[in-house]
C-alpha cells in the first residue's frame, strides 16, 4: 500500500525556535519578553530584529527540539512518506546548518526526504503538518496546523489544530 | 495573465559541472578522460569517485556557469515563473555554496524562487528542464532535457532535447 504523502515543518514544528529567539532578543537587544506574552502577535513583531539574529549566526545550528518531537516523527516516519519542507531561503547561510541539524536530531530521515525552499507553495502532499497560515493556505490536502504563539488565537475551518507533539498521534 | 511555472535544474543545466569533474578527477586521481569519451556514460560510472570529489570540498562554490546559461535564464525568467530546482541533500555541506552560486551568478533569481531537496518528486509545474531522466519521468508536464554527456544517448518521445542554452529560445 502507498503510504499518504505527509509534508512537516521544521521552524516551529520540530525546531523549537521561541525558546531561543526570546533569549538573544533578551541578551543582545535587552527586550523581554515572555511565550504568553507573544501570544497572537505575529513572528515578525514579536522579533522585530529577527534577520540581524539569525543571519550568518548559526543560529539554526542548535535550536532545540519541540518537546516530544523525535518520538512523534518516528512516529509519522513509520506510517507516512513523511517529507521534511522548510522555507530556509530569506536568511543567509543557515541551509546547512538546517541540514545537519536534522540529521543529527532526527538520524531516522534520510536525505531524500528534505525538502529546503523559498516558498512551499507548489510542493504537493496528501498532509501538511505546519505552524503558518500563509504556507497551510497554498496547499490543496488536509491542513495540520501546530499551535505556537503566533498563531493561537487564529481559528479557520479548513485547519486541524494541533497543540503539542503528543496530540499528533492523536489526530495523524 | 499567470505565467506557466518552469523548474530549472542547476547542475547539468545552469552549472557546468562536467569541466571541473574531469579537471578534478585527472588532478586527483589521473585519471584522464575528455568530455566526448563520456558521451553516453552515466555520471556515476563517468565519475566512480563523484563523493569524494564533490563531498566537503566546496566542490559547487566555483563551478562555471553553462555556457549562455545567463541570458536564458533571463529570458525564461521573464517569460515564465521559474523556480530553480535542484537535488542537493546527497553531499554533504553544499547547500550554502549553492544557494550562494545561485546569488552571485543569477543575482536576478530572487530567493523565493529556489528549491534545494532531496528529490524532485511531488514539486510541480508546467515545464521541467532537465538533464536527468529520473527526474524528467516523475514530473507530470513538459518534459525538456538538456543535453549533457550521460544523456546524449538517450531517446525518449516524451522529452524534447534542448542541446544548448542558445537553443532555450528557440523552444521556449
Known sequence: MIKQKILVDMDGVLADVYKPLIFKQYTQRGIAKTEEELNGVEEREAFTDL????NNTHFFADVPIMNGSYEGLLYLNE??????VSSAMEFDNCLDDKFNWMKRNF????WRQIVLCG???GITGD???DD???NLDNFNG????????????LSNPTYT????????????
Chains 1, 2 share one sequence.
Not at 51 to 54: N, Q
Not at 79 to 84: L, N, P
Not at 165 to 172: A, C, G, M, S, Y
Open 51 to 54: 534577520a540581524s539574529i539569525v
Open 79 to 84: 506510517k507516512f512518506d513523511v517529507r521534511i
Open 107 to 110: 538520524p531516522f530521515i534520510g
Open 119 to 121: 516558498v512551499k507553495e
Open 127 to 129: 498532509i501538511m503538518l
Open 132 to 134: 503558518h497560515p500563509k
Open 142 to 153: 488536509k491542513r495540520f496546523i501546530f499551535t505556537q504563539p503566533h498563531n493561537i488565537t
Open 161 to 172: 489544530r494541533i497543540n503539542n507533539w503528543d496530540q499528533v498521534t492523536d489526530f495523524l
